[in-house]
């Protein structure tokens, strides 16, 4: 009997549409922004115009309309840079994160 291959994941993705902010190595002044698509324990799927190269280091930031909550801040690893095939000039970006702050 075969699995589907989202059964198989450890951690439960979350569909989660919001802003984020990242830059390519914790010094950058330079940051970029794009849209999250989802997000698990582990890791997020975002979509920018900018694409950077795999295994760059990105600090990123995610704030919500809750001004109760405080931003979800993390550092992570791409692991895959990809044209977005819905949405031309767009990049759907794979990010290991590493640690939460």
């Known amino acids: ?5 989202e059964e198989k994941r450890s ?18 002044d330079i940051t970029y922004e794009g849209l999250s698509r989802d997000l698990s324990a582990t890791g ?3 979509q920018a115009d900018y694409a950077p190269p795999l295994g760059a280091e990105l600090h990123l930031e995610m704030h919500t309309d809750n001004e109760r909550l ?11 840079v990809e044209a977005d095939p819905a949405e031309s000039g767009k990049y759907l970006i794979s990010v290991a994160l590493n640690s939460t702050q």
């Open 1 to 5: 009997m075969s699995q589907d291959y």
């Open 11 to 28: 951690f439960t993705r979350m569909r989660v549409e919001t802003t984020v902010r990242f830059s390519v190595n914790r010094n950058s």
């Open 44 to 46: 997020l799927l975002m």
């Open 70 to 80: 405080p931003p979800f801040v993390a550092d992570g690893e791409v692991l895959r």
